[in-house]
Antibody
């Protein structure tokens, strides 16, 4: 069974850093782009970042460029999101998701999400 | 950036009702439009991809249509487990989501 399991969330002060992890199982991890999506409390969904199968290409939403870095370790079937210079507006549940292998992909499997709270 | 606008933002319906949710893109996205269902405290679940294709395991009472800028999600006969928030998502240029439509019990 396919599974994505996020970890590493918690409370951090503004300006601080946090690293999220997503452990994948049940599928061929290195055959898929992977993505991060976030959802602020009571709000809608926002795509954050994604990374190519081999890690050589990455994309980010404008609001996190220069502060967040997405990475992966295919040997460990794991996806990461390093979040620096955190702001209150980064407070959200962060989901990792698998992108389909088709052109103009969509997200067919999601993790359960992990809460990141940025507050003093 | 492509903006996605859903309507209505919320609706009240009864079990057995036919429900339609619309989604409009700020520019043409061909059929690169997907629909997700989210229940409280849970991750979104893919329902429909590329406008009209039913994801495996999703009940056939869900259907999608549209192309260009205007799309619809239809639930032919609302079931108790369908009360949730529904999001459209464009995948034409990166990804953006609509603001969501909350389907509540009447």
């Amino acid at each position: 069974e396919m599974q994505l399991l996020e970890s590493g969330g918690g409370l951090v002060q503004p300006g601080g850093s946090l690293r999220l992890s997503c452990a994948a199982s049940g599928f061929t991890f290195n055959s898929h782009w992977m993505t991060w999506v976030r959802q602020a409390p009571g709000k809608g969904l926002e795509w954050v970042a994604n990374i190519k199968e081999d890690g050589t290409e990455k994309n980010y939403v404008h609001s996190v460029k220069g502060r967040f870095v997405v990475s992966r370790d295919n040997g460990k079937n794991s996806l990461y999101l390093q979040m620096d210079s955190l702001r209150a507006e980064d407070t959200a549940v962060y989901y990792c998701a698998r992108e389909t292998t088709v052109f103009k992909s969509y997200f067919d499997h999601w993790g359960q999400g992990i809460l990141v709270t940025v507050s003093s | 950036d492509i903006q996605m606008t859903q309507s209505p933002s919320s609706l009240s319906a009864s079990v057995g009702d036919r429900v339609t949710i619309t989604c409009r893109a700020s520019q043409s996205i061909a059929t690169y439009l997907n629909w997700y269902q989210q229940k409280p405290g849970k991750a979104p679940k893919l329902l429909i991809y590329t406008a009209s294709n039913l994801q495996s395991g999703v009940p056939s009472r869900f259907s999608g249509s549209g192309s260009g800028t205007d799309f619809t999600l239809t639930i032919s006969s609302l079931q108790p487990e369908d009360f949730a928030i529904y999001y459209c998502q464009q995948s034409y240029s990166f990804w953006t989501f609509g603001q969501g439509t909350k389907v509540e019990i009447k």
